[in-house]
């Protein structure tokens, strides 16, 4: 019994770090994305040429995605471009083919909502989608369809409405970057967690 004991406690002892490792990951995504809030003003998904690896537009301007691929690049200098791009040359077929290209193209393959989801569903980064709001948690990634069928990608923040019942996401819906209430204003499809070791 002893033993068993010492076992738990060890056993606890050894999530510790990992989790709090968790928790500071999560807030430097979060911080990250809620940084952007008055730097990018304008919603802009004109397709642009870029330098790569780490090709970006102009920071005043962007669209959804480009969020989330600032957000960890400033977070952790993780390059979502450099990532989507180097799957698609392996892996193709297994992208949408909504676009009509017959081969990835990395000035804008990475700022595709679609090919976000397939590239993290890869990752096995994928979670169950949900209608509790506690189920988002800081740092998640949330995507969904807005009327006629548009898609949108958005950070899960760790600030919530004030009955605690829905977190706010960090997203461009056509004004900049803001965080706000939206978790479930329009249909979810998709729910991510993306933690790359790098």
């Known amino acids: 019994m002893i033993l068993h004991r010492r076992s738990v406690l060890f056993g606890l002892a050894g999530l510790v770090p990992s989790l709090a490792a968790a928790d500071e990951w999560s807030a430097r995504l979060v911080a990250a994305a809620q940084g952007q809030v ?31 691929i600032r957000a960890y690049r400033d977070a952790f200098a993780v390059d979502l471009q450099k990532f989507v791009h180097e799957d ?33 569903s890869r990752r096995r980064a994928a979670l169950p989608v949900s209608e509790t709001g506690a189920d988002y948690r800081p740092g998640d990634l949330v995507t969904q369809r807005l009327p006629g069928n548009l898609p949108h990608i958005a950070i899960v923040t760790a600030r919530t409405t004030r009955d605690g019942k829905r977190p706010l996401l960090a997203h461009n819906i056509g004004s900049g970057t803001q965080v706000e209430d939206i978790l479930f204003s329009y249909r979810i499809v998709g729910h991510y967690r993306w933690r790359p070791a790098a």
């Open 38 to 68: 008055g730097v990018t003003t304008i919603y802009d998904p004109a397709y642009v040429r870029l330098d790569y690896p780490g090709g970006d537009v102009p920071r005043a301007r962007g669209v959804c995605t480009d969020v989330v």
């Open 88 to 120: 698609m040359r392996s892996a193709f077929a297994a992208y949408p083919k909504i676009w009509g290209q017959t081969r990835p193209d990395r000035n804008i393959d990475h700022r595709r909502v679609p090919n976000l989801e397939t590239f993290f």
